[in-house]
């Protein structure tokens, strides 16, 4: 299966990937000498969450690809100086392709890419590119959708809480496109958003989440990365989406369904390209239709009904049927200005210059 989905996504990023120029003039390893990789963790590794998902894909990596390469990684790399400096020990020690999976990382990528031309560089949810450093992210908020569907159906307060730590244009997506598909199904639902300004901050995510359960929320989502809101689900009974992993094993009952990015078939498709020399910098951004953005993990709260109809918005998403951000009606942001007219769909660029709630959030953007 794993074998079949690194096929598939390879041919998807080959019809997606939108190279920039010519390859970087890049080394490849010498005749059976392993290709050395390393990854940037801006977490510890714990068993679920947003590193966990890279660490499988850098398993998975390994795993496809056996004795051609030699990967490592380095965990818990605050964004800024501290990731510049762990980039350039890890070009140091010989390590020619490089993923720095956090949007933070992105400048500081940048900057040692100009000191190591011949090391290729991946800028994972970041969007600037330059000749040895392409860029690579999912489309997150096409599960958010889903699970925003999910989350009206069981919902009895009608209304949703949302965790999120920055404002940035992938989290604005994720929190719109779940009141989208939330008001799809149940359009007198509200959710209550709180701002973190971190993404991992255990301690704090769960206040957050235990203020909104005490503000009448029972369902709740997040944009942070521990387990910390599933946790507090399971303890005060309510009900909870898990994003990046499956978190059942935190949050037995509480879990309404998991929304997880898959990289691995990402990552042995560039290491691959960096041991053939077909490696080139372009910008990938892939979705349900590709594999790289998947729901499912129901809980057993969840009614086999609401389930068939998840997974069949899922299919529609998958088949180009189905648009988060395509309106029947006019979309109004919580300010009452029209961000989307009846009949039209916004274009990736809007998307991903998205700066405004929907109608139905209860928040507003902090700066």
Not at 21 to 34: F, K, M
Not at 164 to 174: C, M, R, S
Not at 179 to 194: D, E, F, H, I
Not at 316 to 342: C, M, T, W, Y
């Amino acid at each position: 299966m794993y074998k079949n989905l690194v096929a598939t996504l390879w041919a998807a990023c080959c019809f997606f990937f939108a190279p920039i120029g010519a390859s970087a003039q890049t080394a490849t390893p010498p005749a059976g000498e392993a290709l050395k990789v390393g990854f940037l963790y801006v977490t510890p590794l714990t068993d679920a969450g947003w590193v966990h998902q890279h660490e499988l894909g850098r398993r998975a990596m390994d795993a496809a690809l056996g004795k051609a390469v030699q990967s490592t990684y380095v965990e818990g790399v605050a964004e800024g100086p501290d990731a510049e400096r762990v980039l350039r020990d890890l070009v140091r020690q010989g390590n020619t392709l490089i993923f720095t999976p956090s949007f933070g990382y992105m400048e500081p990528t940048l900057k040692v890419a100009q000191d190591f031309p011949k090391v290729r560089f991946e800028s994972i949810t970041g969007y600037k590119t330059a000749a040895n450093v392409a860029a690579a992210n999912a489309r997150y908020y096409e599960g958010r959708y889903l699970a925003g569907v999910a989350a009206g159906r069981m919902t009895r307060s009608n209304l949703a809480g949302y965790v999120a730590g920055f404002p940035i244009p992938e989290v604005l997506q994720g929190i719109n496109a779940f009141t989208l598909g939330l008001r799809s199904v149940n359009p007198q639902a509200q959710v209550k958003v709180v701002w973190l300004d971190t993404w991992f901050d255990p301690t704090r995510e769960r206040d957050a989440a235990m203020t909104l359960f005490n503000q009448n929320v029972d369902v709740i989502a997040f944009h942070t990365a521990s387990t910390a809101v599933m946790a507090a689900a399971q303890e005060r009974g309510k009900l909870a989406v898990a994003y990046h992993s499956d978190m059942r094993h935190i949050a037995p009952d509480a879990q309404i369904l998991a929304v997880t990015h898959e990289w691995g078939a990402y990552y042995t498709a560039r290491a691959r390209a960096a041991l053939d020399g077909s490696w080139k910098s372009g910008n990938v951004w892939g979705g349900v239709r590709e594999g790289m953005v998947r729901v499912g993990d129901f809980g057993t709260k969840v009614p086999k009904a609401v389930q068939a109809e998840v997974l069949a918005r899922q299919k529609d998403i998958a088949s180009g049927k189905l648009h988060p951000f395509e309106a029947r009606a006019a979309v109004l942001d919580n300010q009452g200005h029209q961000v989307i007219a009846k009949g039209q769909r916004l274009s990736d660029a809007q998307i991903l210059d998205m700066n405004w709630l929907v109608a139905g959030v209860q928040g507003h953007i902090t700066h």
